[in-house]
């Protein structure tokens, strides 16, 4: 991605440069000091993203932004943030205040690469999705699939797996088994359950009924999750 620095300020132009040389995929075409030097940059190199800052001489950033009829990707660079909606109203990728940090930028990168590879007609790449995992129990590693769990439960550090044919203890958090399970499936109920939606039977109060060893198991539904859970039974009632 072939990027344009324009800036009136030194520091900040040496600021983005750094950045920009620290990732392979970006390529720094010219720093301009104001708006006319960048006109004359974008009319001679070819440009993907311009890093533009407001406050310049004779021609602000939003300025100069308005006079090009086929301008790059922009990404405002300023110190003030009262121009934030204007900015935004000129469809720029994002808005970054100084001083700005790596990880600030980043992120305003990776919009901007995620533009452009619409623009071209690039399909991102899907990752395979896993219907299973693995988790360490008994000394070995046990393949879980996501549908045969029926609810998870915690307890302190561990985590039971209740399944269709039976169970696995594993040494596990809540929070991060939550994070892991996929969520369209997967349901919090209560700060000790995790439920799969597909294997509930009935919503009865602040319960949650599923079948376990072809009994009725009632799960209870903790009062900070009732709002979610009611929401996925009602998007789906009839």
Do not use: W
Request: with cysteine; hydrophobic share 40%; charged share 30%.
């Amino acid at each position: 991605m072939n990027v344009l620095i324009v800036d009136d300020e030194p520091l900040a132009q040496d600021v983005l440069e750094t950045y920009i040389k620290q990732l392979s995929e970006l390529n720094l075409v010219r720093k301009c000091n104001n708006a006319i030097e960048a006109m004359t940059a974008l009319q001679e190199e070819e440009v993907d993203l311009m890093l533009l800052d407001i406050e310049m001489p004779q021609l602000t950033g939003t300025e100069f932004l308005k006079t090009l009829k086929n301008p790059p990707l922009v990404i405002f660079t300023t110190a003030y943030p009262n121009f934030a909606i204007e900015g935004f109203e000129l469809n720029a990728v994002d808005y970054l205040l100084k001083p700005i940090s790596l990880e600030r930028f980043l992120k305003g990168i990776n919009k901007a690469k995620e533009q452009l590879d619409l623009q071209k007609g690039v399909k991102p790449v899907q990752q395979p999705k896993l219907d299973y995992f693995f988790v360490k129990a008994d000394k070995k590693l046990i393949k879980v699939n996501y549908s045969d769990i029926i609810y998870i439960e915690g307890l302190k550090d561990y985590v039971i797996i209740k399944m269709e044919d039976g169970r696995v203890i594993t040494l596990q958090t809540m929070k991060l088994l939550e994070s892991k399970l996929p969520s369209d499936n997967f349901q919090r109920i209560h700060r000790s359950y995790i439920v799969n939606i597909k294997k509930i039977k009935a919503v009865v109060g602040n319960m949650v009924e599923v079948v376990e060893k072809g009994t009725q198991k009632h799960i209870p539904i903790g009062k900070n999750y009732r709002e979610r859970i009611y929401e996925v039974v009602n998007q789906n009632r009839l």
